[in-house]
């Protein structure tokens, strides 16, 4: 009941706050006018007199009227009256006179003011660079007031402290005592200021604020130490005692200078600290500080100084933070808090609902930024506190109730901002604070096993006689509150589609999209709610929310398009609602399914993205491929597909999911806002067959993993992986997205390299292997040798082909292509000399001799080749080879081979010169024939280009061969 009374009269002084100022002001803005209109009548009848004893009259209407006509041009004697040279040149004079004074008369004072002028741009008045300087300016010709305001306060509050240590009078009248000093304190002040101002006279300038402001402090000490430190009236009779005080001292704010201001504020918040006893405070100590908040909000509301709010807000949220560290009362601080948030949005623009215009904070940080107002700032930075203070009270809460008071804290002030607040339109982007705290909240309250998560342990019970009680409604009421708060953005968004200006309306729509399922997605994964609740019920409430999801999607397509974004908006709540059902879909079906059901639904999207055009689907296209990807590749993946799954599993899995990828790009069309999606399939397409193909060979080859073989198509699908990213940067435009392939592809690569290096060096089948005997299986030709190098080989090579645009990287890629398909070769010849075993020592003659001749056979392939594509890179390569070979002859074959073979490697070599040479002057003869030159320049007249010469010559003729000119038809043989 207490507590009530104390909301009631924290809410009965804000109305006070509130009416007050506003009554104040429109009394003096009237008494003023009134002031004004009474002097110029005053004026306008002397003239008058004065025109009536020299025998003249007005020249046109009488000087009622012109009191009291409304629309008279306001013209001033700025203009000069020329008068002519006749006896009555009074008269103009005078006329002009009493016109001016009666159009001066009949404008109201408010209306005198440059009504037409354009709006001041708002600016900072507090954090300012001058701001401390003159603060420090001011104390060193004032510092002399500042110690006497202090002393006089401290005064007040060691009179009381007095009568305490030495009994001298009763508690009544130590109180009593307290009070008259600090009424004459404010009485000698208000003399001083009625006598010289308080701000005038230089001698007396700022002394009634000292005096003033050490009454002001000593009454509040009074108030406490009745209450606090003799009990002498209850916690209602304190609270309406400073609600006195602070309207009492919010009101001679008004007629004094800032110094009293922050005298009283300064004083009042370090009062409780003083006159504390060490026995703890009392939770009434919050509204205590609410109360002198509220009083320099009042003050800055009629005054317009905004330091004065400030430092208010600063000292006394430091306080009221300082009495929360102490564990004086949750609840109390929770109450003040909030309090102050719903002042702060209402006191400074002197309305009872907030009503906020011009620029958001967000809008001080765009691309284009437009600074936001006083009041506004004031807002969003209380908003914030407050926050914090929830999202402290949902971490530190040891009960259940001070965790559910924090999440209410938190809901309150998300209802303040979006449904209270909704018709201040520079507040909409403080529903961030509070919403993003409340899945904070809820994220870091799981993860530490906080009081409601071992609450919701309490159903799960492992005795089967004890009957546990259900707490699945805690569950279904954060469900519920992701629900409700998904339910206003909605509404908001609805609201705001019509603004021109800004992207509210986009916003919000993402906001409702994204809470609800954000809150079963933390609910899912970090609390354990299937655990209590069980996998159907749970998968039924992610079926539900996706049915409340689906019915804002409609809602929001029925509602048109009044701002050109109803597709993005509908798209949005079409993306949550997918992302239920997906949810829905892994908690009952089994891996297999799972996949195929997530592959159907890519299917699904995609056709109803061509029906509806919703090209914002695209988002959940990519999601869904790289989850289907990763849980083909790595959870539960290719493990799971070969140790554990069934041929039939793994079978459907793959292909199956691989069909209905491929109709879901065989319908993904072209467009260039539907690419990225499609570009994701294609490449998710590749991984796919490829990590199948991976596992039908593993199924086949025992299941060795981590062989040459195993770590060849490791290293193919990682390669593949990062491949994909490649051909996906193309078609990715958001700057986060690209950084995240360049993430992904490093990633993807350094793994694809780490697999390459680990064939080489641990599972070599010629070094034997590191940690098992690398043997050779398969028929020959088509054996592991060539699962391990073979699809390496064209891996590099396409990269090469499709995605190199330097040259060095094609040529780099097209030379790692060569030498795996080399090794292959060479692996090959060696298994068919020496068996499955190739680390066995020596090589035969067979062996030997047979290098040699794959070399002239690659030799003679290489210049073919380059013969038809006409490339003088490959040209050269292939003349290197046969070089290589000749060393080869006679250094190795020379002292390696015995008998007859050296006889026939030496002929062999021969005769194989003599054909190279006679195959590559006809090669020369014929280089341009039937092809352009490449290297030729585009002209009307393009010369003949001469013929290449051989770069390696093979002959040994004493004459060289005219060279012939190259012509576009080859001449007829002679």
């Not at 926050?387 to 530190?396: D, I, N, Y």
């Not at 609740?533 to 409340?548: E, N, R, S, V």
Request: glycine share 10%; net charge neutral.
């Amino acid at each position: 009941m207490d507590g009530l009374l104390v909301l009631l009269a924290i809410a009965f002084a804000g109305l006070v706050l509130l009416g007050v100022p506003v009554a104040l002001v429109r009394q003096g803005s009237l008494q003023r006018q009134i002031r004004d209109l009474q002097k110029d009548l005053g004026m306008l009848a002397q003239e008058l007199r004065d025109l009536k004893r020299e025998g003249l009259r007005p020249a046109k209407t009488p000087a009622t009227e012109l009191v009291s006509e409304p629309e008279a041009p306001q013209t001033t004697t700025s203009e000069p009256v020329t008068a002519s040279a006749t006896p009555a040149r009074v008269q103009p004079t005078a006329a002009a006179s009493v016109q001016d004074k009666a159009a001066r008369s009949s404008v109201p004072p408010v209306a005198r003011r440059p009504v037409t002028a354009a709006p001041t741009e708002p600016k900072a008045f507090v954090f300012t660079d001058g701001k401390m300087e003159a603060l420090t300016d001011w104390l060193k010709v004032n510092w002399v007031l500042a110690i006497a305001a202090a002393s006089l306060g401290f005064a007040g509050i060691f009179m009381v402290q007095y009568g305490i240590e030495h009994g001298v009078l009763s508690p009544f009248w130590r109180v009593m005592a307290a009070f008259g000093f600090g009424g004459a304190l404010v009485a000698a002040g208000e003399y001083v200021r009625r006598r010289y101002g308080d701000e005038g006279e230089e001698a007396m300038r700022h002394v009634p604020s000292v005096l003033s402001g050490a009454g002001v402090i000593t009454l509040f000490a009074g108030v406490l130490s009745a209450r606090l430190m003799y009990g002498l009236i209850g916690s209602n009779m304190a609270l309406a005692g400073l609600v006195a005080v602070s309207v009492f001292a919010m009101v001679l704010g008004w007629f004094y200078g800032p110094v009293l201001a922050a005298i009283g504020i300064i004083g009042a918040m370090a009062a409780p600290f003083v006159l504390s006893t060490g026995a703890g405070a009392p939770p009434e100590l919050y509204y205590y500080f609410v109360l002198v908040i509220l009083m320099a909000l009042g003050i800055d509301t009629v005054k317009r100084w905004a330091w004065i709010s400030v430092l208010g807000l600063v000292l006394g949220l430091a306080a009221v933070w300082l009495l929360y560290a102490a564990d004086t009362g949750d609840f109390a601080f929770a109450a003040s808090i909030i309090i102050v948030t719903l002042a702060s949005m209402t006191i400074p623009v002197r309305s009872l609902v907030p009503n906020h215009d011009g620029a958001a904070l967000s809008e001080m940080f765009s691309s284009s930024p437009r600074f936001a107002g006083f009041p506004t700032r004031l807002a969003g930075g209380v908003v914030t506190v407050a926050t914090l203070a929830g999202l402290s009270l949902v971490m530190g809460g040891n009960t259940t109730a001070e965790v559910w008071l924090g999440f209410g804290m938190l809901l309150m002030l998300f209802a303040a901002v979006a449904i209270w607040a909704e018709g201040a339109r520079a507040l909409y982007d403080l529903v961030v604070f509070p919403a993003g705290a409340l899945l904070a909240g809820l994220l870091m309250h799981g993860m530490q096993g906080g009081v409601l998560v071992q609450e919701l342990l309490r159903g799960v019970s492992t005795d089967p006689e004890l009957n546990a009680p259900s707490m699945s409604w805690l569950a279904y009421s954060l469900v519920a509150l992701g629900a409700f708060v998904s339910l206003v953005a909605f509404w908001r968004m609805t609201r705001a589609s019509g603004e021109t200006k800004g992207n509210a309306a986009l916003i919000w729509g993402l906001g409702a999209a994204v809470f609800g399922p954000a809150v079963f997605l933390i609910l899912e994964f970090v609390w354990p709610v299937s655990r209590v609740i069980g996998d159907y019920p749970w998968a039924l409430t992610a079926a539900a929310l996706a049915a409340f999801m689906t019915f804002l999607a409609e809602r929001c397509a029925r509602a048109g398009d009044g701002d050109g974004l109803w597709k993005a908006r509908t798209g949005l709540f079409a993306l949550a609602a997918l992302t239920l059902i997906a949810m829905a879909l892994f908690l009952i079906l089994t891996k297999t399914a799972l996949s195929l059901a997530l592959a159907a639904m890519v299917l699904l999207i995609v056709l109803a993205d061509r029906k509806l055009d919703l090209p914002l689907l695209g988002w959940f296209v990519q999601i869904g491929v790289a989850v289907i990807t990763y849980r083909l590749i790595a959870d539960p993946g290719i493990f799971w597909a070969v140790e554990v799954a069934s041929a039939f599993d793994a079978f459907v899995a793959y292909v199956g999911v691989l069909a209905l990828l491929a109709a879901a790009w065989w319908f993904g069309g072209n467009e260039a806002a539907r690419m990225p999606a499609k570009v994701a399939v294609d490449s998710a397409l590749w991984l796919i067959a490829l990590a199948g193909v991976a596992v039908a060979l593993m199924r086949v080859f025992d299941d060795d993993l981590f062989s040459h073989w195993g770590l060849g198509l490791w290293a193919v699908i990682w390669g593949s992986a990062a491949l994909a990213q490649v051909y996906r940067l193309g078609a990715t435009h958001s700057g986060l997205l690209r950084w995240m392939r360049y993430v992904l592809m490093a990633l993807f690569g350094g793994m694809a390299a780490l697999c390459l290096v680990a064939q080489f060096a641990f599972a070599n089948p010629l070094f034997g292997g590191l940690f098992s005997r690398e043997l050779v299986r398969g028929p020959y030709l088509f054996d592991t040798l060539m699962v391990a190098y073979v699809p390496v080989a064209m891996m590099f090579a396409f990269a090469a082909w499709k995605l190199a645009e330097r040259l060095i990287v094609r040529q780099a890629g097209y030379g790692l292509a060569g030498l795996y398909g080399a090794t292959y070769l060479i692996y090959e010849t060696r298994r068919l000399f020496r068996g499955d075993n190739l680390a066995v020592r020596g090589v035969t003659d067979g062996e030997l001799y047979a290098y040699t001749v794959l070399m002239l056979v690659t030799s003679i392939v290489l210049l073919l080749l380059a013969y038809k594509r006409r490339s003088v890179s490959l040209r050269k390569l292939a003349m290197a080879g046969v070089g290589l070979t000749i060393a080869k002859v006679f250094l190795v074959d020379m002292s390696g081979l015995s008998g007859l073979t050296r006889v026939f490697s030496f002929m062999g070599l021969g005769l194989a010169l003599l054909g190279l040479t006679w195959l590559n002057r006809k090669l020369s003869d014929g280089w341009d024939d039937g092809a352009p030159v490449m290297s030729a320049p585009e002209g009307p007249k393009p010369e003949p280009a001469p013929e290449p010469e051989p770069e390696v010559e093979l002959t040994s003729e004493p004459e060289a061969k005219p060279k012939r000119k190259a012509k576009p038809v080859r001449p007829k043989a002679d």
